[in-house]
């Protein structure tokens, strides 16, 4: 049990575009989601807490409206990172809360 | 200085040695702790969880938790080289939305 997905699993992309990244709880219902970056032998960064039904709530030094995070449902949460720049590239990692934190496999994003 | 401490490594053993693994951390109010195994380029997986002082153990792998040094420790017997990867201890408040705070990881080498 406690498994999350996401997708794509990876994508490279022209810089300005826009790219929406899927995270589903597979078999157990999340009211919190979270977000993360991760880069190269460095630990887990936490960008956003997305709950369902309301807004998201950012880290500090983290730009809403750069990373658009919306909850719709208790399974799923897109981040949308929007007119991504080559230093958006990174791993980008979420997480489902089921009395504990329970990750997704991660997105590596690489924007040309 | 930082919530939680680990000790980035890298630690190499030979197979089949004891992996000892350990977080400080200086937020007493923390009340459940975590250990998550991150492979290269995957999303971190959840290897144990505790929410009390004391040992707890799963296979091969024991956690501990000492709330009154503030320290927690995972131990991992009879290491394969399976087990490299990083290893990260988590811990957090039941009431900030399950939010987490991690340490920045350990790498660990098993050496056939």
């Known amino acids: 049990g406690a498994v999350v997905s996401q997708h794509p699993s990876w994508v490279i992309c022209k810089s300005g575009t826009s790219v929406k990244i899927e995270c589903r709880s597979l078999d157990f219902q999340a009211t919190t989601m979270f977000w993360y970056r991760q880069f190269p032998k460095q630990s887990l960064m936490l960008m956003a807490t997305?709950?369902?039904?309301?807004?998201?709530?950012?880290e500090q030094g983290v730009e809403k409206d750069k990373f658009l995070i919306n909850h719709a449902s208790l399974t799923l949460s897109t981040l949308t990172v929007t007119s991504a720049h080559p230093e958006d590239s990174s791993f980008y990692i979420c997480?489902?809360?089921?009395?504990?934190?329970?990750f997704g496999p991660g997105t590596r994003l690489l924007v040309l | 200085q930082k919530e939680v401490e680990q000790d980035p490594g890298p630690l190499s053993v030979p197979e089949g040695a004891i992996v000892s693994l350990n977080c400080t951390y200086s937020?007493?109010?923390?009340?459940?702790f975590m250990w998550y195994r991150q492979y290269s380029r995957k999303g971190p997986e959840l290897l144990m969880y505790?929410?009390?002082?004391g040992n707890k153990e799963d296979g091969r792998f024991t956690a501990q938790v000492d709330k009154s040094s503030k320290y927690i420790s995972l131990f991992i017997r009879d290491s394969q080289p399976s087990d490299s990867a990083t290893y990260l201890c988590?811990?957090?408040?039941?009431?900030?939305?399950?939010?987490?705070?991690f340490g920045g990881g350990t790498r660990v080498l098993v050496k056939p």
């Open positions: 988590a811990m957090g408040l039941r009431a900030a939305g399950n939010k987490l705070t």
């Open positions: 505790t929410y009390s002082s």
């Open positions: 997305s709950n369902e039904g309301s807004k998201a709530t950012y």
């Open positions: 997480s489902a809360s089921s009395e504990t934190q329970y």
């Open positions: 937020n007493s109010a923390f009340q459940y």
